[in-house]
């Protein structure tokens, strides 16, 4: 008998051979691999990787001014669909594989090792299509040139003396400018439409940093901040719809602070240290003072760690040329992370930070998730004289 359409369409001829059967799988998986090899490759000579960036750097800052359109964060829709997504497919080919075996027991036709490695390979492929799709759209910045070789300005180290003189300075400056912000009745920082007032705030460093010079994308908070708290995070910037999120349940005496370091992202700024410190810069010289107070308290905190693992004795002597406002605010910070601190949050924390630390070190960065102290040999450099 001749098949009709309605036969053909319902009922395929299984491909030919072995590999047939996966062959959807499998080309989509080839695919993966190419893309990867050709971005690998790029990625290994930094005039090519300098090249991509460039092109698609005014991709995201587009999809970025089009995201900002909506009254809330495409990146989560991302992440909440794909989350999602990956849970239905998990559950739906364990049952596939278990209603597979237990045909095969009956005697009929049933085959769970093909149907469990069809889906592996269609997990497989997936992944790979979404990894070459972050390396092209981000990873890619991690081989281009750094904020230090852009602007010539190299990390120096510091005696203790000098880093005291600096973190001292810090304390100051804190201290100065804890009294200028808004609070509340309990005394807790309190500024309002931090976010409007985001955008812009990089001018100061126009003249001194020129390839800087990009209008940012406003950010946005996020709304799983309460679990991005808990695994460890206080923003986030997502190559794939050009946005910024930073987390609103943290402290918001740091978020002002936040939003400069995920607009440094923006400015195709890769490396942490380097964001931090573009952050504190920023935040200082720009003519907001609830930014100007958010970046000096970071500043200081960078600082801080580093002194009190040097010395703990001028560490304390920095400490107590802080402010009983800016010493609250601290406190509170401390406070807040140390919620945190329970053997559940702890492990998720734990597994986020090895994802994260995996997907960067992928990328040839090494103990990425410490990679933040490095930010004071950059304040080293720009804040004190040279050596000698």
């Not at 991509?52 to 989560?76: I, M, N, Y």
């Not at 705030?201 to 990009?214: G, H, Q, S, V």
């Not at 908070?221 to 349940?249: A, I, K, Q, W």
Request: proline fraction near 4%.
């Amino acid at each position: 008998m001749r098949k009709t359409i309605y036969d053909i369409i319902t009922h395929p001829a299984p491909p030919p051979g072995r590999l047939g059967r996966y062959r959807p799988q499998l080309i989509a998986l080839a695919a993966a691999l190419v893309l990867l090899g050709l971005l690998r490759t790029v990625c290994g000579r930094k005039v090519l990787a300098n090249g991509l960036t460039a092109l698609t750097t005014p991709v995201k800052q587009a999809l970025g001014r089009l995201c900002a359109l909506l009254p809330f964060s495409a990146a989560e829709v991302c992440w909440t669909v794909g989350v999602l997504a990956l849970i239905i497919f998990l559950l739906h080919s364990f049952w596939t594989v278990c209603l597979e075996a237990a045909h095969a027991l009956q005697g009929r036709a049933g085959h769970p090792l093909r149907a469990l490695l069809r889906r592996a390979l269609t997990l497989l492929a997936a992944g790979g299509l979404v990894y070459a799709a972050y390396t092209l759209t981000w990873g890619v910045n991690y081989y281009a040139d750094t904020f230090s070789e852009r602007s010539g300005l190299e990390g120096r180290e510091t005696t203790d003396e000098e880093l005291y003189q600096l973190t001292a300075a810090f304390a100051v400056r804190c201290s100065e400018l804890a009294g200028q912000v808004e609070r509340d009745a309990d005394g807790n920082f309190c500024e309002e439409d931090l976010f409007a007032r985001s955008v812009g705030l990089y001018a100061a460093l126009y003249d001194e940093f020129p390839f800087l010079e990009r209008t940012e994308v406003q950010a946005k908070p996020m709304f799983y901040s309460r679990l991005m708290s808990v695994l460890g995070f206080t923003g986030f910037y997502f190559s794939f719809t050009g946005e910024s999120m930073v987390n609103v349940d943290a402290p918001a005496v740091l978020v002002p602070s936040t939003i400069l370091h995920e607009y440094a992202h923006q400015k195709n700024v890769a490396l942490e240290d380097e964001c931090n410190f573009l952050a504190i810069v920023a935040g200082l010289q720009c003519d907001d003072v609830a930014f100007q107070y958010s970046s000096a308290l970071l500043g200081y905190i960078h600082l801080g760690n580093a002194l009190y693992s040097a010395d703990a004795s001028l560490w304390q002597e920095a400490y107590s040329l802080l402010g009983e406002q800016a010493r609250a605010d601290l406190m509170e910070n401390n406070a807040y992370w140390a919620q945190f601190d329970s053997p559940v949050e702890e492990a998720m924390e734990t597994a986020a930070t090895s994802i994260y630390s995996g997907f960067a070190e992928s990328f040839g960065q090494e103990d990425v998730m410490h990679s933040y102290g490095a930010c004071v040999d950059l304040l080293a450099a720009y804040y004190l004289p040279e050596e000698g």
